[in-house]
């Protein structure tokens, strides 16, 4: 994201603490959807906000809510927040809310974190001690709603956060008994990339005369990312991996994408056998498991992060230089959500895609959307495996899907009033249903068995010479 917009914050009317916040934080600018979005929100308005993250479409709702929040205190009402995010993901929601203990630290108001896949008591623990905001994912909030752990009668502001991709993820039912159960008297915003006509009728069934802001459309945001596609057999793509991370992952964090979270634990491991640390975070990590692969990957103890989609749709980490597509997205948008990832917050980028045969016709969607040719890059012979050797490498004994441990601590803000969080126990029964709807997204094939030492031998072989 680049503020390049001339007006300041100071010229915004947030309040002083929120200013105050702002300067430490070193923000002078707001960015195009925040010059726009403020002032609407400040005055009341409900929004339709066209953006994706990177953008900074967080704190463009973020310090209107926390100034509104703080210009009117109320004593706090156990159980009863005055505000909820929505948001599809547990890392988007940890995101959040770090922003609000950023933005909010000189203020006293409280926010918490209510998500699955850990335990439940400390959520409710927060929740009966009384909090302003609630950062939510809809499972594990319909569950706590159910069970008279929270009720939204007071709810003042509500924010429904990456639209589209909640949609996508299946969530729409639980999106709309959330809905059902909201004031009539409250200020809505919704947040998309994209404007298919499902979400415009989910905006159109809950804001009412919403401003419209639409800021860098999916296909400009792609613009200052420096892009290539390496024609590859399928075969060679480990051996183009090795090269393209040794070439151009030297410098920074480097982010790989897959489509299939069963093709992140195999890249995750051949690399281990080439000498890269990876870590790789799916929908069947616990929570845990991802905050720990994300927090060394932020602090760059692991330099090399291998991701699917939707885990990866939190990630907002600075210094990631290098974008590998080792896998061409299905869907275009993710393709320029992929990319989007680098070249955060003003920086420089390269995002190198690996377009085997049968990834033809993803690539010429992607293109029509970018509206460009991806320019092609050579790579010296790799050595090619053949697919059925590669078939033969796949799992036979497919495991369940929510194989993986449960629980584990998110991160905390650390910010005043963050009091979200959860451990390890608990009723986790819509924490696993979450995980089976990361993981029915990224295909249902579990982790594979070891490759074939033939197949390994030769490809460590090539990657000794080189
Ligand atoms: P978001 O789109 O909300 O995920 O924000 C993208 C990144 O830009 C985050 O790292 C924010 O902290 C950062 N950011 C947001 N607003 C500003 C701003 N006005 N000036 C500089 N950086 C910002």
Same mark, same amino acid.
């Given at each position: /994201? ?34 726009? +979005? ?10 339709? #906000? ?27 009402? @156990? %159980? ?23 933005? #909010? ?8 974190? *209510? ?19 609630? $950062?939510?994912? @809809? ?26 991709? !909640? &949609?996508? !993820? ?12 909201? @004031? +009539? ?9 994209? /404007? ?13 005369? @919403? *401003?419209? *802001?639409? $800021? ?11 892009? =290539? ?26 982010? $790989?994408? $897959? ?8 890249? *995750?491991?051949? &690399?281990?056998?080439?000498?890269? %640390? ?24 692991? =330099? ?72 092609? !890059?050579?790579?010296?012979? &790799? ?10 490498? %796949? ?28 451990? =390890? ?14 993981? =029915? ?26």
């Amino acid at each position: /994201m680049n503020p390049s917009s001339p007006v300041t914050f100071a010229s915004l009317s947030l309040a002083a603490p929120i200013q105050r916040a702002l300067s430490d934080k070193g923000y002078v600018n707001p960015s195009p959807i925040q010059a726009r +979005a403020i002032p609407a929100l400040l005055e009341g308005r409900d929004m339709i #906000g066209i953006a994706q993250t990177g953008t900074g479409k967080t704190a463009a709702f973020a310090l209107p809510l926390l100034h509104r929040l703080s210009a009117r205190p109320t004593t706090r009402v @156990p %159980r009863q927040p005055r505000a909820l995010i929505l948001t599809p993901t547990r890392e988007l929601a940890v995101q959040i809310a770090d922003n609000l203990a950023v933005y #909010g630290r000189h203020l006293s108001l409280r926010h918490t974190l *209510v998500f699955g896949g850990v335990g439940e008591q400390p959520q409710i623990r927060s929740l009966a001690a009384g909090v302003d905001i609630v $950062v939510a994912t @809809p499972g594990r909030l319909l569950d706590l709603m159910n069970n008279r752990h929270i009720s939204l009668e007071r709810i003042e502001a509500f924010v429904l956060d990456e639209a589209d991709r !909640m &949609l996508d !993820m299946g969530f729409a039912p639980d999106v709309k008994r959330v809905l059902a159960k909201l @004031p +009539a008297r409250r200020q809505s915003l919704l947040f998309s990339a994209t /404007m298919p006509e499902t979400i415009r009728q989910l905006a159109q069934s809950f804001l009412h005369d @919403p *401003v419209r *802001v639409e $800021v860098a459309p999916v296909s400009s945001t792609a613009e200052r990312i420096d892009q =290539r596609v390496c024609h590859v057999p399928r075969g060679s793509k480990r051996a183009a991996l090795l090269h393209l991370l040794r070439e151009h992952g030297k410098e920074g964090l480097s982010l $790989v994408f $897959v489509r299939m979270k069963h093709g992140a634990d195999r890249v *995750v491991r051949q &690399l281990a056998q080439d000498g890269i %640390r990876a870590a790789a975070i799916h929908g069947n990590k616990s929570q845990g498991a991802r905050q720990r692969a994300l927090e060394a990957f932020r602090s760059g103890e692991c =330099r090399v992060l291998v991701a699917t989609d939707i885990a990866a749709r939190g990630i907002n980490v600075k210094g990631i230089s290098l974008v590998i597509n080792f896998d061409l997205p299905n869907e275009p948008e993710a393709y320029v959500h992929r990319i989007g990832r680098t070249a955060r917050a003003g920086a420089d980028g390269i995002a190198i895609s690996l377009c085997d045969e049968t990834e033809r016709a993803f690539l010429r969607d992607i293109q029509r959307l970018i509206r460009r040719d991806v320019p092609v !890059m050579a790579l010296p012979n &790799l050595p090619t495996v053949s697919v059925e050797a590669e078939s033969e490498a %796949r799992p036979r004994h497919p495991r369940g899907r929510n194989g993986s441990p449960n629980g584990g601590r998110p991160r905390h803000g650390g910010g005043a009033g963050h009091n979200g969080g959860g451990r =390890r126990g608990g009723n986790q029964s819509r924490g696993n249903q979450r995980r089976s709807d990361e993981a =029915r997204s990224e295909g249902t094939q579990a982790t594979p068995a070891a490759p074939k030492s033939r197949l390994l031998g030769r490809l460590t072989r090539w990657a000794g010479r080189n």
